[in-house]
């Protein structure tokens, strides 16, 4: 089974709507938010989850705190990126790889 496969049984397991789907990458909505899970291709085991457009850093305090935040959640466990984009706009990411089937649904569930 691919990782696409893999993360749409997962989410239909738990009952989330796919809104668009491309040949990497699926949109869900959670919690009012548009979340894209990635990097689906048949020959890796990599997944990214990423959400984007909710918060904003107008200034160096602002991206401190979300930097902050990233760092806290790395060390829990997850691999979180943080990237600004030319609107201040901030963009988190997600990222694990996984060894069995099994791990999607254990890992989306922290991402």
């Known amino acids: 089974m691919t990782s696409k496969e893999i993360v749409k049984q997962t989410l239909e397991k738990w009952r989330f709507p796919i809104l668009q789907e491309a040949e990497n990458a699926i949109v869900i909505r959670y919690q009012m938010n548009y979340v894209q899970i990635g990097s689906l291709q048949a020959d890796t085991h990599a997944i990214a989850v990423t959400l984007t457009g909710i918060f904003t850093a107008d200034d160096e305090r602002e991206a401190r705190l979300a930097?902050?935040?990233c760092n806290e959640l790395n060390?829990?466990?997850?691999q979180v990126k943080l990237y600004l984009d030319e609107d201040n706009d901030l963009v988190i990411a997600s990222?694990?790889?996984?060894k069995n089937?099994?791990?999607v649904e254990y890992l989306l569930n922290y991402a």
């Open 75 to 78: 060390y829990r466990m997850m």
């Open 95 to 98: 990222e694990f790889f996984y």
């Open 67 to 69: 930097l902050k935040a």
């Open 101 to 103: 089937d099994e791990d």
